[in-house]
Structures are given as structure tokens and as C-alpha cells.
Nanobody
Framework: QVQLVESGGGLVQPGNSLRLSCEAP??????????IGWFRQAPGKERGGVSC????????YYTESVKGRFTVSRDNTKKRVYLQMNNLKPEDTGVYYC?????????????????????????WGQGTQVTVSS
């Protein structure tokens, strides 16, 4: 399993931006062969999916509430996946996790992003807190 570390969280006012980073710090590991999901857990709520970038196609997926505001991207040279979050709202508050999954060759390319469950992502970071408040 690949070790993941998130960074970039913080306290911001509504309307501002943050960029989260998900990194594989262990030498020799890269993220280009992994499907990376971003999840968040708001206070008192279950953890849910926010965005996903597919390993094979680099297709990008977003939950409805963040479409048009969040952008997921991959930088293979830096072994990182980013989540650019613009026009943040108080309801975006929560702990954000990145998770890595290896695509199953028995399924179509974007299966993990489209139908994958959280348990299908084998590696998880420790999370980074995002608080949006005035």
C-alpha cells in the first residue's frame, strides 16, 4: 500500500480558496497508477466522496455540490494530486482525506470513481482540516 499525506487545509472566509495536496512521500512511489479519491467528513456527518481522478483515463469526477468550484488534478512529476477549492462555502467545512485505489483489470477504466466504495480505496491519508467561516 502507498502512504499518503494531505496538506493545505486551513481556516478561510467564505468565497476564498484553498489548494489541498495529496502526496506519496515514500521514495519510489508515484501516484500515476492509482485512482485518487478526495473525501470529506463534516462535523456530525458520515464521510462522503468529493472528487475523483481516474488512474487510466485521468477522467475527473465531482459531487454535485462542488461542481464548478473544485478542480482535481494530477502532477506525476511531483507525485501529487491536488484539489483546488474555489469559492468556498461554510458547508465545505470538514476533514478532507485523499485515498488511493488500484483499478481492477476486470472492471472498466473509471469503475473506482463511478461505482467504487470507500473500502475499495486501500490507502488513506491522515486528513487535513478545512474550516470555512466568517
Amino acid at each position: 500500500q502507498v502512504q499518503l499525506v494531505e496538506s493545505g487545509g486551513g481556516l478561510v472566509q467564505p468565497g476564498n480558496s484553498l489548494r489541498l495536496s495529496c502526496e506519496a512521500p515514500t521514495s519510489g512511489f508515484t501516484l500515476d497508477h492509482y485512482t485518487i479519491g478526495w473525501f470529506r467528513q463534516a462535523p456530525g456527518k458520515e464521510r462522503g466522496g468529493v472528487s475523483c481522478i481516474s488512474a487510466r483515463t485521468d477522467s475527473k469526477y465531482y459531487t454535485e455540490s462542488v461542481k464548478g468550484r473544485f478542480t482535481v488534478s494530477r502532477d506525476n512529476t511531483k507525485k501529487r494530486v491536488y484539489l483546488q477549492m474555489n469559492n468556498l462555502k461554510p458547508e465545505d467545512t470538514g476533514v478532507y482525506y485523499c485515498a488511493a485505489g488500484v483499478p481492477d483489470p476486470l472492471y472498466y477504466d473509471d469503475y473506482l470513481c463511478v461505482e467504487g466504495r470507500q473500502r475499495d480505496f486501500a490507502s488513506w491519508g491522515q486528513g487535513t482540516q478545512v474550516t470555512v467561516s466568517s
